[in-house]
């Protein structure tokens, strides 16, 4: 199914923009584990729009309901349904749409897909609205990994033009990973955060919008997770990572990088430190051969500038087949990099629970 994914652990996303609701249904997890509904609500809310100058005005409360898959505050063996309601909408800003689709959103292919029947409304299932149950989801999984040892966070690697500081790997630790999640722009280097907060509203000034690109780490994978060729740990969190409709490019380790190194600056050398085996660089961003080898997991995906921008643009009315203006109206984010980043954080804790539920790891449950 389209909109469902995962090998051990399946989630199915439902829902549209302007539907009443919008949820998840996770099955698969694994039974006995306690889910801390307050510290979900506080993840999710992380993703919510109207919370600063640099998001939409559109107010969504987001709470979080699960009516299914939880007993007594534990997973019980049943799938979870998750919901989310929604609220603020306001579907009159998209009655044009119908016949003008917008540059840069899925108005057009939508239409031709599913023969006009497709919702239009704030984009419909396609809109960058059904990424809150999915982070919700990750959610519910981040907090199983965390009582695994693993722990997932990430950071604004830039915005624009403007790069946050880079993070050696001797600074990688869970604590700084922590600290990220509780800052409103998480960044390294709060001077270079000033610099990409000026970029967001230089774009909204301009009535434009930029974007940027997200670092993600996880730290405590053991080695050996995943498989070779179609099966591996790059290709899960790939597929799963453009279920995020502003993800335009992921990379892992050096990444893109790598093809300007040489192989003796690239490759990352074998060592013996404190009773376990690691290397002394981390290149290969904790995956080689499509399985984990133990070094922090490091990936970095690129999130596209907002396609709902305020100056007006050339696009076509497909009934008429004439050229036309479009200037659109609505509430809309200047930058959704800010709001993508736990999105990404969410999606690597669904696959990791998925790659941990493989059959040679059942005994870790």
């Not at 009655?95 to 419909?124: M, T």
């Not at 999640?181 to 998480?186: E, I, N, R």
Request: a negative charge; one cysteine or more.
């Amino acid at each position: 199914m389209s909109s469902s994914y995962g090998k051990n652990l399946r989630i199915s996303i439902f829902g549209q923009s302007h539907g009443q609701m919008i949820g998840a249904v996770i099955d698969g997890l694994p039974v006995g584990e306690e889910i801390d509904l307050s510290a979900l609500q506080k993840f999710v809310d992380r993703r919510s729009p109207g919370r600063d100058e640099y998001s939409t005005a559109r107010q969504e409360r987001d709470r979080v309901e699960i009516v299914s898959g939880l007993y007594q505050g534990k997973t019980c063996g049943a799938p979870l349904c998750l919901l989310i309601a929604n609220s603020d909408t306001r579907s009159h800003d998209y009655e044009q749409l119908r016949d003008i689709p917008r540059p840069g959103h899925a108005d057009y292919s939508a239409k031709v897909r599913y023969h006009e029947y497709n919702d239009p409304r704030g984009g419909g299932h396609f809109s960058g609205r059904l990424t809150a149950p999915l982070t919700a989801a990750g959610g519910i999984c981040l907090q199983i990994l965390a009582r695994r040892g693993i722990t997932v966070g990430a950071h604004l690697w830039s915005i624009g033009g403007e790069k946050d500081a880079p993070i050696a790997d001797n600074c990688l630790n869970p604590q700084l990973l922590m600290d990220f999640s509780v800052k409103d722009f998480p960044v390294f280097d709060n001077a270079a955060g000033e610099r990409m907060q000026q970029e967001i509203r230089s774009a909204k000034e301009a009535g434009d919008s930029v974007g940027g690109v997200i670092e993600v780490f996880a730290i405590g994978v053991p080695a050996g997770l995943g498989s070779p060729m179609f099966d591996g740990v790059e290709n899960r969190i790939s597929a799963a990572m453009f279920a995020i409709p502003a993800v335009k490019g992921i990379e892992f380790g050096s990444g893109f990088a790598a093809a300007s190194m040489h192989g003796s600056e690239h490759n990352d050398a074998f060592y013996f430190v404190d009773g376990r085996i690691t290397t002394m660089s981390n290149h290969h961003g904790g995956i080689l051969g499509g399985i984990t080898s133990g070094m922090p997991l490091i990936f970095r995906a690129a999130i596209k500038p907002t396609p709902s921008i305020s100056q007006p643009q050339a696009t076509l009315n497909t009934k008429t087949m004439a050229q036309t203006q479009l200037a659109i109206k609505g509430r809309h984010d200047p930058c959704i990099v800010q709001r993508a980043l736990p999105c990404l954080e969410a999606v690597t804790g669904f696959v990791l629970l998925d790659l941990l539920l493989d059959s040679e790891y059942q005994s870790i449950n």
